[in-house]
Nanobody, 121 residues
Framework: QVEMVESGGGLVQAGGSLRLSCAASGDILSINSMSWYRQAPGKQRELVAFITSGGSTNYADSVKGRFTISRDSAKNTVSLQMNTLKPEDTAVYYC???????????????WGQGTQVTVSS
């Protein structure tokens, strides 16, 4: 069993900052990549940021220059530092891990439960 637990969401004014964190635990052999997605009401879930096991990153155009994804491989955690937040960043944010399980060696995609980020104008 693998569990992804997020923390750090909340309410912030436009222009403010928030930091999201996600910790993976359980039957983990290795984490191949970790990502943050978000889903606003009435919209599809979209990829926000992605980081590989080697530390390469990629961002949605809408957050480039404002958000930074980082990971601590020793602790199996991924974080998303969000600066200069805008009302359009309001969404439920989900972390995702591409994880190889220690009991089988097979790779699966695991999701956190989601954390609400609300940016007021």
């Amino acid at each position: 069993q693998v569990e992804m637990v997020e923390s750090g969401g909340g309410l912030v004014q436009a222009g403010g900052s928030l930091r999201l964190s996600c910790a993976a635990s359980g039957d983990i052999l290795s984490i191949n990549s970790m990502s943050w997605y978000r889903q606003a009401p009435g919209k599809q879930r979209e990829l926000v940021a992605f980081i590989t096991s080697g530390g390469s990153t990629n961002y949605a155009d809408s957050v480039k220059g404002r958000f930074t994804i980082s990971r601590d491989s020793a602790k199996n955690t991924v974080s998303l530092q969000m600066n200069t937040l805008k009302p359009e960043d309001t969404a439920v944010y989900y972390c995702n891990g591409d994880i190889s399980r220690s009991d089988s060696g097979r790779r699966f995609s695991y999701w956190g439960q989601g954390t609400q980020v609300t940016v007021s104008s």
